[in-house]
């Protein structure tokens, strides 16, 4: 929690400050009581939750708040770096796709055996693992879609948040 002084200084708990020629130490602010702080001026800042790091670019501000620029949605564009390797960053939605994909396909490798066994040795793959498996691929797909679809940052988080793999 941070504390804004009637002078416009911010202080945090377990800091030490000087107030009106007088030096408080660090463990003031914890144990003195609403009464006292606002006695001397001090204010309690409400501070705001940070935004998302894998979606924003997030700085600290001194007064407990946030400033957020999103992250690019899409590819940039190539370049050569300095050691000459050829370069493309990639934005969110490729992020958030590779994800999806990475997700589908460790859910899928539970049963991969089976579809090897199948090809291999015509064994008869279960009809619940049928139905799981074309249900992840289904999620899968969806979540791509809509994902590719995504036109700013809040309608990609909501994309993500509603992930619903089978279990």
Not at 21 to 39: G, V
Not at 92 to 109: F, G, R
């Amino acid at each position: 929690m941070r504390y804004k002084l009637a002078n416009g200084q911010f202080i945090g708990a377990g800091q030490a400050f000087t107030w009106n020629e007088i030096q408080y130490p660090s463990n003031w602010i914890e144990l003195s009581t609403d009464e006292e702080k606002a006695a001397i001026g001090i204010v309690t800042v409400q501070e705001q939750q940070r935004p998302d790091d894998a979606y924003y670019l997030v700085t600290s501000n001194d007064d407990g708040s946030f400033s957020a620029i999103e992250k690019p949605m899409n590819d940039g564009d190539e370049y050569i770096d300095a050691r000459g390797v050829t370069r493309k960053p990639q934005g969110l939605k490729s992020l958030s796709i590779e994800k999806v994909k990475m997700t589908a396909n460790a859910l899928l490798a539970q049963t991969d055996w089976m579809v090897i066994r199948k090809a291999e040795r015509d064994v008869a793959i279960p009809a619940e693992v049928v139905a799981k498996r074309a249900a992840i691929v289904a999620e899968c797909t969806r979540l791509e879609t809509a994902i590719a679809g995504c036109a700013d940052v809040p309608a990609l988080i909501a994309v993500v948040g509603s992930q619903n793999w089978s279990e």
